[in-house]
């Protein structure tokens, strides 16, 4: 406890989104001095007055951090410094309202009220065992019950608000990490295939230079082409904004693997196609090629697009060979991406290793962008 008051005077003496409200409620301590208006204090009187100001002006702001059984000694050395008073000064019912008000710092509202119901209920009996005036527990009940049922209902409102703004910034949170994952699989997807393409067509162009110059300056132009092409599909999904059609990504597959000796067969049914299954598919025949150019040494490779029932199928499949390490394989970047976006848009992906890789994905035609 004294470790708490330590780091109090340390910091601010109530929390900053309270704001002023908590130091404007003290100005009803001026109860204390009504007595006073008629003829000041004597000496010792005024020296008790200033010590018991000081002694409540730490437990009041202690209220303001401390939460469920710390607060009761809190409360309890607010009843203590009213019923001290009490014979003396009528005022003194000041302090134990700030008890009721203290109430509030229950995290269960039933805690609160209970507290609130046992510190009316001990100044209703100290007020009968002492003989105070009628009007002493009269002020207290009058104030006391709706000051501390509206403490304890602000609190609650208080945490409430609190615990919406920790989600708020927990929801914040896994959007940022969302979006980071989401450019990192769109990166790696762009760059993958792209880097392999630019190194076939360096090799193509490496090949030729001594044989056919044209062919040659060709190559370097498509290389050229590609890598600023690459870079504005970068910029795009840094922004957030790329979407890949699958008919260009199509045409874009035939290339690649024609550069590379590899024979693609098509077979893509005519239908509309929501924009987001569209671009899942493309990514995914992206993610498909550039494995195909990386490490399958195929030759051919068939693509199917085709719609059943309220589903769109595409299988996607080569016949070069098949991973040796296939979990590997599952495990990597280009496929858990895949795996990501296909569980998002509502669909299944399925992988198949043989004679060579097999991919099969189902999306839902009901996904929207």
Known sequence: MLEKFKRLLAGPLVPPFMGKGPYLWLLSLNFLFWKYLGGLPSPFEAAMLALSLLVFLPLYFATFWLYDRRVVLLIAGMFCLGAAWAPYNFGAGTFIIFGCAACAAFEKSRHGYLMLALVLAAALGFAGATGLPRGFIVSIM????PVGIASIMDGR??????????????????ARIAERERISRDLHDLLGHTLS?????????????????????????????TARHALAEVRSAVSGYRQTG??????????ALAAADVQLEADVQSFAMPATAENVLALALREAVTNILRHASATRCQVSVRQEGGQIVCHISDDGRAPVDREAL????????????????????TLNAGSGLSLELYLPMGAVA
């Not at 009058?142 to 019950?145: E, K, R, S, T, Y």
Request: hydrophobic share 45%; aromatic share 2%.
């Open 142 to 145: 009058a104030v006391g019950v």
């Open 157 to 174: 409102l208080r945490r409430f608000n609190m615990q919406l703004l920790r989600k708020q910034e927990e929801v914040e949170h896994m």
């Open 330 to 349: 599952a495990r990597g970047n280009g496929l858990r991406g895949m795996r990501e976006r296909v569980a998002a848009a509502g669909g299944r992906l």
């Open 197 to 225: 393409l630019i190194a076939i067509k360096a090799e193509l162009a490496g090949r030729l230079l001594e044989r056919d110059t044209a062919a040659t300056a060709r190559e370097i132009k498509d290389i050229e082409t």
């Open 246 to 255: 699958f008919v260009q990504e199509l045409a874009q597959a035939r290339a």
